[in-house]
């Protein structure tokens, strides 16, 4: 299994960007999908998941400015991230939480993180 993420860059505060994770590989099922951050010399933190059922949870640091979706039949996960502020400056990784075949276990796999900076 293979997480593939994109649409990393740099963006002035107060802009957009939007980034994209593909899942591909031997998947059955994927439970949730979602989005961390690691700040330089911070610990990895959460930012958004989302389940198959379209359960969604942020951080509250980004709540009301970062929106998730997600395309189950393309087994891929959205992150429209909006009014950005310098400290939304990490490298962002994606999550899957999934299973590789029926009745199998669940598994955790990352994406290899992209780039996010907000600066002026």
């Known amino acids: 299994v293979q997480l593939q993420a994109s649409g990393g860059g740099l963006v002035q505060p107060g802009g957009s960007l939007r980034l994209s994770c593909a899942a591909s590989?031997?998947?059955?099922?994927?439970?949730?999908m979602g989005w961390y951050r690691q700040a330089p010399g911070k610990q990895r933190e959460l930012v958004s998941t989302?389940?198959?059922?379209?359960?969604?949870d942020y951080a509250d640091s980004v709540q009301g400015r970062f929106t998730i979706s997600r395309d189950n039949a393309k087994n891929t996960v959205y992150l429209q991230m909006s009014s950005m502020r310098p400290e939304d400056t990490a490298v962002y990784y994606c999550?899957?939480?999934?299973?590789?075949?029926?009745?199998?276990?669940?598994?955790?796999?990352w994406g290899q993180g992209t780039q996010v900076t907000v600066s002026s």
């Open positions: 989302i389940t198959t059922g379209g359960s969604i």
């Open positions: 590989g031997s998947i059955f099922s994927i439970r949730v």
């Open positions: 999550n899957a939480v999934l299973s590789a075949s029926w009745g199998g276990n669940l598994n955790v796999y």
